[in-house]
């Protein structure tokens, strides 16, 4: 059996610095997730037009397709930073946790942890990188490297579920309810986090589960209290919002990021849903950052 490549990874924080230091922020990838843990020194950051001041045992969470924007970062920074692909990390949440609050760490991704709980963290995460490391240093044709493979996977999964708990403590979380209609809707949640860039259609997302239009919105609204365009209208806007303020594309080239016809489609759209055009947005916008 062929050796398979690790759903995470360790992030230096040095690399991190540099990439900052150089562009002063940062887009993570659309199947990527993570955390930091800061250990040392401070770091002043924007995500979602909502500034944080990141310290010693405060770990933040970063979620698919955001935009850091970094204010300040002290020389003495240090911290863990692990980065993990979305589908390795999803499927953790949906057996745990609501899926209506999945979403809740994108609008809230700061803990501060307790000295307790940061050591705990630090223990663990040192754990699972030296059987990390070990699985490197292991031969795949060994009788024991998929065994030691699984122990890796298995702390990965454990580190996760020690930081939910942490978040979990401090924000109110509703736990799993494992019903076919939960289903669909994590499903949904996912596959919206992957395609909401070239689909819009509820009609897309119903035909991936087998489900007709009808039907599906009527599970996504019952799920959420909210239905299925709504969703992806949020999801569509709050994007568009961030390459406005966060990139210097033209409109025009963020309208074709978004799939839309013209940018005049994408224009009429943007301002249905904020009240302002995509130009207006960015010099609002932006004008009240400096």
């Not at 759903?7 to 887009?27: E, L, R």
Request: hydrophobic share 35%; net charge positive.
């Amino acid at each position: 059996m062929p050796s398979q490549p690790l759903p995470f990874s360790y992030v230096s924080v040095h690399d991190i610095a540099t990439t900052f230091n150089s562009t002063s922020q940062m887009s993570t990838a659309i199947d990527v997730c993570g955390f930091f843990l800061c250990q040392r020194g401070r770091a002043e950051v924007v995500i979602n037009e909502q500034t944080y001041v990141i310290s010693r045992g405060d770990v933040y969470f970063y979620t698919p397709s955001t935009y850091i924007i970094v204010k300040s970062l002290s020389a003495d920074l240090e911290g863990i930073a692990v980065k993990c692909r979305l589908d390795f990390v999803f499927p953790l949440l949906e057996r745990i946790v609501d899926g209506q609050h999945i979403l809740m760490v994108r609008e809230d991704p700061r803990v501060h942890l307790s000295n307790e709980q940061r050591q705990s963290l630090e223990q663990l995460t040192a754990l699972l990188r030296s059987h990390q490391q070990l699985l490197l240093d292991t031969s795949p044709a060994s009788s024991s490297y998929h065994v030691l493979q699984q122990l890796v996977l298995s702390l990965a999964e454990s580190t996760f579920h020690e930081l939910l708990y942490y978040y979990a403590c401090k924000n109110r979380l509703e736990t799993s309810v494992t019903d076919s209609q939960d289903r669909v809707f994590q499903t949904f949640l996912y596959s919206l986090l992957k395609h909401c860039r070239q689909q819009r259609d509820v009609a897309f997302y119903a035909e991936e589960q087998c489900l007709s239009p009808r039907y599906f919105s009527s599970i996504i609204k019952k799920k959420s209290g909210r239905s299925a365009l709504q969703w992806i209208i949020q999801m569509v806007i709050s994007s568009a919002s961030q390459q406005l303020l966060y990139t210097d594309k033209s409109i025009k080239e963020i309208a074709s990021y978004f799939n839309f016809p013209t940018q005049s489609f994408f224009g009429k759209y943007f301002k249905q849903y904020t009240g302002v055009g995509p130009k207006e947005y960015r010099l609002q916008k932006r004008d009240y950052q400096l």
